[in-house]
């Protein structure tokens, strides 16, 4: 469906819990508690709807998805709805070693993992857990299992992980897995210091040796992300640069969250409730709809520094 800014809204991400089973400095997300959270059936009711109004692909994300046991259950429903093209997964992996087969076995053909660091005792302090090896073996058994493409997302932070930078290309130079820095958006007291951010341009600067990747992806793989290779290099760099560089006139995506409140742009407060009108088919396509046509012309993120906008109260 094309929005207000002639945006074609084509990409939704499905939050289907808050709960995280890491607490990432950075993050500020809300991930206790015990928040209703949509049930597949529910989930796979919605998706039909939103794949009506054309959306093509969809994210499972959270919290941390690999949290629900159903996870298998709901990317079944979902990557069999007519019209969906793409599922892929968003995760920090540590449940992956268990969930990579049977996920790619109910649809899911790519897989997001969050990675900070590759040093054992700063995974332990950037997520407050001893279980960098689990991430590891996760995305080893994603491999096996023929999941592609593999990303790996790090968000570094000015004199806590930023040295890290290198140790984290050195991944893609050896295995055909993207390896995507993220800036730090302000969504935290962690990420309330601009001076933090290690922006895009800055690591192009300390590693000269990267290209542009000439074919940036066909309109349907569209990304946020700009990609960099290097002729030894077996998988991609990406740079995905929100505060440096605002990409919302190219902003496809919208996003389920797991209490069935839809959230048009991630910086921006205004939600729209799904859960009250579930039952009404009618009201449910308006509501949707509305939240398409609502999606903001850009985040406000550039206001966030100083200004505590939380994960937990902007939507993860
Ligand atoms: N649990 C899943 C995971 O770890 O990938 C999904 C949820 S997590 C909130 C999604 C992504 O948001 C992670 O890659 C995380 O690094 C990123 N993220 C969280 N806070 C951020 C911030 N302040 N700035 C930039 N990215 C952030």
């Not at 540590?94 to 005792?121: C, Y």
Request: hydrophobic residues 35%; glycine residues 8%.
């Amino acid at each position: 469906m094309i929005d207000t800014y002639g945006r074609n809204i084509n990409y939704l991400r499905v939050s289907v819990t808050k709960r995280c089973n890491l607490n990432c400095t950075y993050c500020g997300a809300d991930c206790h508690g015990k928040d209703y959270e949509l049930t597949a059936e529910q989930i796979e009711k919605i998706v039909k709807v939103f794949a009506d109004f054309g959306i093509d692909k969809v994210r499972l994300t959270g919290g941390e998805p690999l949290l629900r046991p159903d996870i298998c259950h709901i990317a079944e429903k979902i990557s069999s709805i007519k019209g969906i093209r793409k599922l892929a997964l968003t995760t920090n992996g540590i449940r992956l070693k268990e969930f990579a087969l049977p996920l790619k076995k109910a649809g899911i053909t790519a897989v997001n993992i969050s990675l900070d660091t590759t040093d054992k005792e700063q995974f332990k302090k950037i997520t407050g857990t001893d279980a960098l090896e689990k991430v590891f073996d996760g995305i080893d058994q994603c491999e096996k299992a023929g999941i592609s493409p593999i990303r790996l997302n790090a968000v570094l932070i000015r004199g806590q992980n930023d040295e890290q930078a290198e140790s984290l290309i050195n991944i893609a130079k050896t295995r055909k897995i993207d390896v995507r820095f993220i800036e730090l958006m302000p969504f935290s007291d962690a990420g309330e210091n601009e001076k933090l951010v290690v922006k895009g341009e800055e690591l192009l600067k300390r590693f000269p040796f990267l290209k542009p990747v000439k074919a940036q992806g066909s309109s349907f793989e569209k990304s946020v992300a700009r990609y960099y290779e290097s002729d030894s290099f077996k998988g991609r760099i990406g740079l995905i640069t929100p505060v440096s560089d605002k990409f919302c006139s190219e902003c496809n995506r919208i996003r389920l969250l797991s209490d069935g409140k839809v959230k048009p742009c991630l910086g921006n407060e205004e939600t729209f409730d799904l859960l009250e009108v579930i039952d009404n088919e009618a009201l449910l396509r308006e509501r949707i709809r509305q939240a398409i046509l609502s999606k903001p012309m850009e985040h406000k993120f550039s206001c966030g520094y100083g200004n505590n906008h939380g994960l937990n109260k902007i939507g993860g």
